[in-house]
């Protein structure tokens, strides 16, 4: 991990003054907009695959990266477990983005406050993004082993260093709200929603970790069932029932906020069943 999160370090410290350089322009860098953010990004995901790329085929990392026939056996194995998971991470955007419609449905106040408010949330992601690769990876390494009972321990061990780190992160939101949204705006229109918002999902945070670590354990065990029926029902809670709630019964902001909660909940006890009731005592079928 330490070369990849090298070179994204890096490439952030690039990143940050290039993009307003070429959004408003800099010396002889011409103006080019908001289109200038996009250039950036492009500019280092390319330059940072073309690295990695690099490393890979050196063979530095234990793995020697060349061209080779594929196999349709692996290619099954990669897709089975690959594309819910890929399906999952639309599920969360658009859960992100029906959320914010019902938010904008309280006025343009509401629907900022939420923008800047949920930013916390989304930084929950990368966060269990790479706590979660590494429960994965042991996961996985060990249930190939044939060693599922410490692949279980490895999944609650990562449970719990899930909902303590993004549980701690989410009490304090919860408690001072102001130290996140101060950093945005200090207009007491946008600040209401977001506090309130804060008050109520960012007690959830923990729960959210516990259930992502879970969904990468359950990845790790190639059984991505339960993630997927997971982020579904949340989904439907935080964004069907949620608009439903504002449009057709005059639900509160309150109220949304504490439905995006319950979905946040129901989330992680989905993804509690593969080891709770025994998915980890045996290992899934491969092709």
């Known amino acids: 991990m330490r070369v990849p999160a090298l070179v994204t370090l890096i490439g952030a410290c690039v990143l940050i003054p290039c993009s307003p350089a070429l959004i408003f322009g800099f010396g002889p860098i011409p103006r080019l907009g ?5 250039v950036a990004v492009a500019t280092f995901y390319t330059i940072a695959s073309l ?8 063979g530095r990392s234990g793995l020697v990266l060349r061209v080779v026939p594929l196999e349709c056996r692996l290619l ?29 449905l309280f006025g343009i106040d509401a629907l ?5 408010a949920s930013r916390l949330d989304y930084l929950i992601i990368p966060l269990m993004f790479g706590l979660g690769t590494a429960i994965l990876t042991m996961v996985g390494v060990n249930a190939g082993a044939g060693h599922l009972q410490r692949a279980r321990r490895i ?3 990562g449970a719990i260093v899930g909902a303590t780190i993004p549980g701690l992160i989410g009490l304090v939101a919860s408690i001072d ?38 969904s990468y354990a359950s990845q790790g065990i190639g ?18 029932v949620g608009w439903l709630a504002v449009t057709h019964f005059g639900a509160s902001l309150t109220t949304l906020s504490l439905i995006v ?22 290992p899934a079928k491969t092709g």
């Open 76 to 104: 099954r194995d990669i897709l089975r477990v690959g594309l819910p998971a890929a399906v999952s991470t639309i599920q969360t955007n658009l859960t992100v983005i029906i959320v914010t419609a019902a938010f904008g």
């Open 51 to 58: 690295i990695l790329i690099r490393y890979m085929m050196k």
């Open 155 to 157: 999944a609650w061990t």
């Open 112 to 116: 900022a406050g939420y923008g800047i």
């Open 223 to 240: 059984r991505v069932a339960w993630p997927f029926v997971a982020g579904t029902v949340r989904m439907l809670i935080a964004g069907a």
């Open 177 to 214: 709200p102001l130290l996140w949204l101060h950093i945005f705006t200090h207009d007491s229109s946008v600040l209401v929603p977001a506090t309130l918002y804060l008050r109520h999902v960012a007690l959830a945070y923990g729960v959210l970790g516990t259930g992502l670590a879970l």
């Open 34 to 38: 908001v289109g200038g953010a996009g």
């Open 261 to 282: 909660t319950g979905a946040i909940v129901a989330y992680a006890l989905i993804c509690m069943i593969p080891i709770l009731t025994g998915g980890f005592h045996k």
